[in-house]
Every structure is written in C-alpha cells, then in structure tokens.
C-alpha cells in the first residue's frame, strides 16, 4: 500500500502543480500580473465555489442516510483547532515567526478535497469507495464556513484590515446555510434544474481556478524570495507535515475511535496547507510568498506523510 499510496500521491501533486502552472503562463506569462489574480479569486469566491457548495448541498446532503453525520464535519473542526493551536504554542516560542496570523491559518488550514479525491481509489473500491466519497462530502460540510469566518479573520488581521461581522455574510458561507437548511427539510427537489444546471456548470470552475491561482501565485511569489523567505514555510512544513500527523497516530493509536473516524484523522492530517489560502490573499509580498511557500513545501512533503500515516492507519485498523 505505501509505495501505491506514494505513486498516487505525487502524481496527484505533481498534476495540480503543472495544470496550474500552464494554466498562469496562459494567462499572463511568467510575469503573471497581480491584477489577472484578484479577478480570477474575485471569480472564485463570489461565484465558481458558492454555485459548487449550494448544488452539493442540496443534491448530496441526507442526513438521515448516515449515523452520527454529525461528527465527520466535526472532526475537520477538530483538525483545523488543533492544526491552529500548535501554530500558536509554537509561535510563542520561536519569536522570530513572521505573520503570526497567516501561520497559524497555514499550519491549521488543509487541503481536504482535491488529494483525498486521488487517493481514494488505492484506499477503497465500489461500495466502500462510495460511501467514502460521501463521509468526504460529510467531512467538508463545514470547512468552509470555518475557513470563510476564521481563516478569513486570519488573513486580512496579518496585513492590517478590519473586519465586521458583516464580512463573514460572504456568498460561500451564504451558499452553506442555504443549502444546508434546503437539504435539512428535505426540499432537494424544490430548487427547478434551470436554477440547478447553470449553478453546477459555474462550480465546475472551482477546481480549475483554485490550480491556476494557486500556480499564479507560486510564479510571482517564488522567484522573488530570498534565502531568509523559506524559514516559515519550513516550519510550516515540520509542524503540518511531521508533527500534526505524528500526533494524529499517536491519538489513533492510543484511543482507537471507530475506523472512518481514524481514516479521516490520519488523512486529515496529513494533508498540505488549503490552496484556498493563496486564493484569499491579501496582495501583500511577503504573505503571499509565506503562502506559496507554506503551499509548495508542504505539498511535496505530503507524499511521503501521506502514505506513512495511511500506512500506520492500515496496520491498526486490518
């Protein structure tokens, strides 16, 4: 399983990368301009990943098919808290971290879609893989508003804004609650496929710009850093790729939860900083070359974290 899990996942990396690398040249050149990237997040956030949760929500979200749904949204609550907690007792120690606030939204923040959705296939076949999609689904029910409320607070403290309350009434969080409360009373039928399909086809988009902001960033910001830029992504990088799994399989190991609960702790942790962060970013340097760095090292330091915690979930749980 681990060298399936390792090929698995570096190609997975490997193809975010170059598809949002081709995709940035296209659009701008190796010399990307900062303008091209505020509309394409603008595109993102207000309309590609707002249509992808409400059609999801309504379409996917039963809660009565599955027991205690409840607690797979938690445990990405609990992943990102302890994520951001080990930031921050970090941080108080080693006084020289830089943006405080966007190291801790790196460190707690992780990617939870796009690489559990390649590597499921290796973990699970036919009716397991399905009903593992639809945990995955359960899991990410409220990652975005967490994100969108706090990670979002996170960000724009590091470089100075304010925010009021009425900057989390955002359209992705506006698109959880109403989709929610649409699948919650069992109207998923009530929403006519002419509202429907224009919506899926607008989220189809969400993947394809996440890569390409994300390879946009990388491009502008990673040229640009010197010797100096890397010390946060590396202990970004020791703290979300080696610590927080470590302390994730200690946990398992010790306390043994049911087996998609330690499926999802294991994975979870293992994951590389959220892209999502680069797509929010202030267009500040020095955040932006944190993020892409956060992005890049934790990314490639995934495909082994990955296929050792996963390896270490298989021993205890087979």
Same mark, same amino acid.
């Given at each position: 399983?681990?060298?399936?899990?390792?090929?698995?996942?570096?190609?997975?990396?490997?193809?975010?990368?170059?598809?949002?690398?081709?995709?940035?040249?296209?659009?701008?050149?190796?010399?990307?301009?900062?303008?091209?990237?505020?509309?394409?997040?603008?595109?993102?956030?207000?309309?590609?990943?707002?249509?992808?949760?409400?059609?999801?929500?309504?379409?996917?979200?039963?809660?009565?098919?599955?027991?205690?749904?409840?607690?797979?949204?938690?445990?990405?609550?609990?992943?990102?808290?302890?994520?951001?907690?080990?930031?921050?007792?970090?941080?108080?120690?080693?006084?020289?971290?830089?943006?405080?606030?966007?190291?801790?939204?790196?460190?707690?923040?992780?990617?939870?879609?796009?690489?559990?959705?390649?590597?499921?296939?290796?973990?699970?076949?036919?009716?397991?893989?399905?009903?593992?999609?639809?945990?995955?689904?359960?899991?990410?029910?409220?990652?975005?508003?967490?994100?969108?409320?706090?990670?979002?607070?996170?960000?724009?403290?590091?470089?100075?804004?304010?925010?009021?309350?009425?900057?989390?009434?955002?359209?992705?969080?506006?698109?959880?609650?109403?989709?929610?409360?649409?699948?919650?009373?069992?109207?998923?039928?009530?929403?006519?496929?002419?509202?429907? /399909?224009?919506?899926?086809?607008?989220?189809?988009?969400?993947?394809? *710009?996440?890569?390409? #902001?994300? %390879? =946009? $960033? &990388? +491009?502008?910001?990673?040229?640009?850093?010197?010797?100096?830029?890397?010390?946060?992504?590396?202990?970004?990088?020791?703290?979300?790729?080696?610590?927080?799994?470590?302390?994730?399989?200690?946990?398992?190991?010790?306390?043994?939860?049911?087996?998609?609960?330690?499926?999802?702790?294991?994975?979870?942790?293992?994951?590389?900083?959220? /892209?999502?962060?680069?797509?929010?970013?202030?267009?500040?340097?020095? *955040?932006?070359?944190? #993020?892409? %760095? =956060? $992005? &890049? +090292?934790?990314?490639?330091?995934?495909?082994?974290?990955?296929?050792?915690?996963?390896?270490?979930?298989?021993?205890?749980?087979?």
């Amino acid at each position: 399983m681990f060298l399936e899990l390792f090929i698995t996942s570096f190609s997975g990396i490997v193809k975010v990368f170059l598809i949002g690398f081709a995709g940035a040249v296209m659009l701008g050149g190796l010399k990307i301009r900062q303008g091209i990237l505020d509309v394409l997040s603008a595109l993102f956030v207000r309309v590609a990943l707002p249509c992808l949760i409400f059609t999801n929500m309504v379409s996917q979200f039963r809660p009565d098919e599955v027991e205690h749904w409840w607690v797979f949204p938690l445990l990405a609550i609990g992943l990102f808290a302890g994520g951001g907690f080990l930031a921050w007792f970090y941080s108080r120690i080693d006084r020289t971290v830089g943006n405080r606030e966007v190291f801790s939204a790196s460190v707690a923040f992780h990617n939870s879609i796009m690489l559990p959705l390649a590597i499921a296939p290796v973990l699970f076949h036919d009716s397991r893989l399905e009903q593992f999609l639809s945990l995955l689904f359960l899991y990410n029910l409220l990652a975005v508003p967490a994100f969108f409320t706090v990670g979002i607070w996170l960000m724009h403290s590091a470089n100075g804004t304010k925010r009021s309350v009425w900057n989390f009434l955002n359209p992705p969080n506006i698109a959880t609650v109403s989709g929610i409360t649409i699948a919650a009373f069992g109207f998923h039928d009530a929403v006519p496929s002419w509202i429907m /399909s224009p919506m899926r086809s607008f989220g189809a988009l969400t993947s394809p *710009l996440s890569m390409i #902001i994300v %390879g =946009g $960033i &990388v +491009l502008v910001s990673i040229p640009k850093a010197r010797g100096e830029d890397w010390a946060d992504p590396v202990k970004i990088m020791i703290l979300k790729s080696l610590v927080l799994p470590v302390l994730a399989c200690a946990g398992i190991w010790l306390f043994r939860p049911p087996e998609y609960m330690a499926l999802f702790l294991a994975l979870g942790s293992a994951m590389p900083v959220g /892209s999502t962060l680069a797509v929010v970013c202030p267009p500040d340097e020095s *955040l932006q070359k944190q #993020i892409a %760095g =956060g $992005i &890049v +090292l934790t990314s490639l330091a995934s495909i082994p974290a990955v296929s050792l915690t996963m390896s270490v979930f298989a021993l205890l749980y087979t």
